[in-house]
């Protein structure tokens, strides 16, 4: 997959396809949705297809005060788009000068003059253009006028309810793992560096490779089982702690993992590490011999639930 950056038009042979735009932050069932249409519509006619995205998004650059929100980065965003099957993506910068475009000229600017598209897809509630403006009413009368047909997804609806991001993460939030993996169709993952803790973990031979969560929306505090993905692309079973360690001073928020029956060291390399189950909430406990003994459990409670 060919990624466009800082502007850059595609070339040739990315020009005249379908393109796929939104957010997609999470790239979830919803947005799958969008995207596959996309690539449907271009194999059948022997054309690429094309994801459109934001980088920041938007709520981000208009709302910086705002908590973390980020269900995905956009390193995972690219490798999610890849595995739907896209020819390529274009990142497109979202920032004042953006901001202000009307609709007409952003659909004129970014995708005509960029992409050339014969077809658009996007879900229903799409907005666009300066103070949101366009939607998708306004992509079908732009293109009509510009030689692209468009195509509107009303949401995909999974156990009762529309798929979105603000479910994902309220599930997240709640500490329901397992929703916000059906919802995604894979585990929530935060991924980032290896940096160094306190090394309390080696003391107890239960080493940990401790992130930050960084822009991540934050879930539940406790500990989960979890998938990791090593530097090398392998995945390993683990337990993690996220949250604030309350036995230990001053309060740090930290996502530990523990990854079982790997040895080695990770400090500055980038792992991924995904939430499959909620385990329990995170506790104060009597000492380092008890912190020991719980974590094993975890461990046996997290390898039963990774099956």
């Known amino acids: 997959m060919e990624v466009m950056r800082d502007g850059a038009g595609a070339p040739p042979a990315l020009r005249g396809g379908a393109v796929a735009i939104g957010n997609f932050d999470g ?43 980020q269900l995905t980065s956009l390193a995972q965003k690219l490798r999610h788009f890849a595995g739907l099957g896209v020819d390529g993506a274009m ?14 000229a952003f659909v004129d600017r970014w995708l005509v003059g960029r992409l050339a598209p014969r077809h658009l897809v996007t879900g229903a509630d799409f907005g666009f253009g300066h103070r949101r403006s366009g939607n998708a009413a306004t992509l079908a009368a732009l293109g009509a006028s510009r030689g692209f047909s468009t195509e509107a997804l009303a949401p995909v ?14 599930a997240l939030a709640r500490g329901d793992a397992g929703l916000a993996t059906r919802l995604l169709t894979r585990p929530f993952a935060i991924e980032g560096p290896v940096i160094h803790g306190d090394k ?14 960084g822009a991540y929306a934050r879930p539940r505090y406790g500990v989960y089982a979890v998938r990791v993905r090593l530097p090398a692309g392998e995945s390993r079973p683990g337990v993690a702690n996220f949250g604030i360690r309350p036995m230990f001073e001053p309060p740090r928020e930290l996502l530990e993992t523990w990854i079982l029956d790997w040895e080695g060291d990770l400090y500055g390399q980038s ?11 995170e506790r104060r406990l009597d000492g380092l ?19």
């Open 27 to 69: 790239v979830h069932l919803g947005h799958q949705a969008v995207i596959g249409a996309a690539v449907r519509w271009a194999r059948a006619r022997g054309a690429p297809a094309i994801v459109a995205t934001f980088e920041p998004h938007p709520s981000r650059h208009f709302r910086p005060e705002a908590p973390p929100f």
């Open 91 to 104: 990142v497109i910068p979202f920032d004042a000068a953006l901001a202000g475009l009307s609709a007409e």
């Open 157 to 170: 609806e999974a156990e009762g309810a529309p798929v979105s991001s603000t479910r994902v993460r309220e």
């Open 200 to 213: 309390r973990g080696r003391t107890i031979g239960v080493p940990t490779a401790n992130m930050e969560a």
């Open 271 to 281: 792992l991924e590490v995904g939430l499959v189950a909620f385990l329990r909430e």
């Open 289 to 307: 011999e008890a912190l020991k003994r719980q974590i094993l459990a975890d461990a046996e409670a997290a390898r039963a639930a990774l099956g």
